[in-house]
């Protein structure tokens, strides 16, 4: 905990595992947020309904449901968890892993779906590093509503990719995406936990 909170990154991931299943996680991540950092709870979203009284929505806390375009049979109950992050007051997002093979219309509905859910943000990663998923995740962030999580979305490729081939953190190949005007990006932006 004092290695996270004394983190310079200014963003603090939590993911891995479903973290909803442990009991003390609304107060690390309030901990976490309130030591100034922006905090994304990464969720598969199947228990983000039952919990999310336990957590208060502040401003450096975005929710974010795990979602790819082909789990239709989970989208039901991830949107329920959604609708119901955004009605008490939090900031919510999307993230989706793309393979090489993820059909970019699969993700188009999605991202119709998501613009009726009003989320406040999506990214969209690679899920291996292979040279095909960087590929067809660097198209796939063109759907992306705004350059913030174009970028955003490539130092979390980045980050997470690194962190599971337990390496230092290796760049994506490059592709012409934008970064945006007012944000330099720095080698610790996102700290993956």
Known sequence: ??????????????GGS????????????????????????????????????????????FLVVRLNADQTSRFALAAEGLHAAR?????TAVYSGVRGDSDLAELTRLRESLEELGVDGWLITADSVDPGAFGKAAEARALLPGRTWRWLSRQVERELLAQATRGEPKSAPETREEQPASEEPCD??????
């Open 188 to 193: 610790e932006s996102v700290k993956a936990v």
């Open 1 to 14: 905990m004092q290695s996270i909170l004394q983190c310079e990154a200014p963003i603090v991931w939590i």
């Open 18 to 61: 479903e973290p909803l299943t442990h009991p003390g996680i609304a107060h690390f991540v309030r901990a976490v947020a309130q030591s100034g950092h922006y905090v994304f709870l990464e969720t598969n979203g199947t228990l983000l309904r039952r919990r999310i009284h336990e957590f208060q929505p502040l401003p450096q806390v």
């Open 87 to 91: 009605l008490s007051g939090f900031f």
